[in-house]
């Protein structure tokens, strides 16, 4: 069984860069879609985009297209969730999610990680 | 994208009472592309039925979906004291994916 495995909270400042992760412990990402999830009070769960470890190929939403850029290291089995120059609007938590069949690309996400709170204020 | 609207948006019910969840898209997501999740405080979601109707690993069977084209319903009867949280619908028919606003089931 797989656990997947989120880099801690962040506390940052608007314009920083940011990078978090997400380590798939006990099962291989290989061949897998990994995807990020956004949680937020107002706008609930979105999905930000998909990066496929059998290759390099990524789909992003296009609210986040641009925004942010996903990506993975397969030799440590982990996915990472990356910004630039943060916003106050980023403001969130981060799931990352493995959908229950593989590819998975048309599934659902069986496992989730334990999230990671980011917080971006002045 | 196809727009997922959930109602209630938040139901009170007591202990041993059912619940129906209702899950509109605003296109079509077929039969095999629409996922129910739950969501308990501070906890990540849990996948609780995939393809409209199938349940996950560990849903007990009081959980159950049924529905296709753009109406969908999650029904839980005789509710558990952990089954009250805040449930999900999901559709991975197509991208983006897209998930309902939720409806919270509370105790009464």
């Known amino acids: 069984e797989v656990q997947l495995v989120q880099s801690g909270a962040e506390v940052k400042k608007p314009g920083e860069s940011l990078n978090i992760s997400c380590e798939g412990v006990g099962q291989s990402f290989s061949k897998y879609w990994i995807g990020w999830v956004r949680q937020t009070p107002g706008k609930g769960l979105e999905w930000m985009g998909i990066i496929y470890f059998g290759g390099s190929a990524t789909i992003y939403s296009p609210s986040f297209e641009g925004q942010v850029t996903i990506s993975a290291d397969k030799s440590i089995n982990t996915a990472y969730l990356q910004w630039s120059s943060l916003k106050a609007s980023d403001t969130a938590m981060y799931y990352c999610?493995?959908?229950?069949?593989?590819?998975?690309?048309?599934?659902?996400?069986?496992?989730w990680g334990q999230g990671t709170l980011v917080t971006v204020s002045s | 994208e196809i727009v997922l609207t959930q109602s209630p948006g938040t139901l009170s019910l007591s202990p041993g009472e059912s619940a129906t969840l209702s899950c509109w898209a605003s296109q079509t997501v077929g039969s095999s592309f629409l996922a129910w999740y739950q969501q308990k405080p501070g906890q990540a979601p849990r996948l609780l039925i995939f393809g409209a109707f199938s349940r996950a690993t560990g849903t007990p069977d009081r959980f159950s979906g049924s529905g296709s084209g753009t109406d969908f319903t999650l029904t839980i009867s005789r509710l558990e004291p952990e089954d009250f949280a805040v449930y999900y619908c999901q559709q991975y028919r197509d991208s983006p994916r897209t998930f309902g606003q939720g409806t919270k089931v509370e105790l009464k």
């Open positions: 999610v493995r959908p229950m069949t593989r590819p998975g690309i048309y599934s659902a996400y069986s496992d």
